[in-house]
């Protein structure tokens, strides 16, 4: 899962990718704090796009818990939408289970 807008796109977008080119075969969810629709629609050719609700929420940092809500199974890993994954993160999910 990640946190994406507008400014950030270009690298939600290759956190994405990276995620896809690496056989990390997961659910990948990113949190909608700002796309375009544009931005939103090309992302959501790999991925779930979930809007949040921007009310009471002054600082993006703040919907890392947000998480929650979307009421995962299993572990949950939050990357910034500035990674770039080279491997598969495998071996941290099954740790982490």
């Known amino acids: 899962m990640s946190i994406g807008d507008a400014r950030y796109f270009l690298g939600t977008v290759a956190l994405v990718n990276s995620l896809v080119l690496t056989g990390n075969d997961g659910d990948i969810v990113v949190l909608d704090a700002g796309l375009t629709q544009q931005q939103a629609a090309l992302l ?5 796009v979930v809007p949040v ?7 993006r940092n703040f ?7 979307l009421e995962p199974e299993g572990p949950v890993a939050l990357l910034d939408s500035d ?5 598969s993160l495998d071996p941290f999910v099954r740790l982490a289970a």
Do not use: D, F, W
């Open 44 to 48: 959501a050719r790999l991925c779930r």
């Open 63 to 69: 919907l890392k818990p947000y998480a929650h809500a």
């Open 53 to 59: 609700p921007s009310e009471g929420i002054e600082r």
């Open 83 to 87: 990674v770039i994954v080279t491997a």
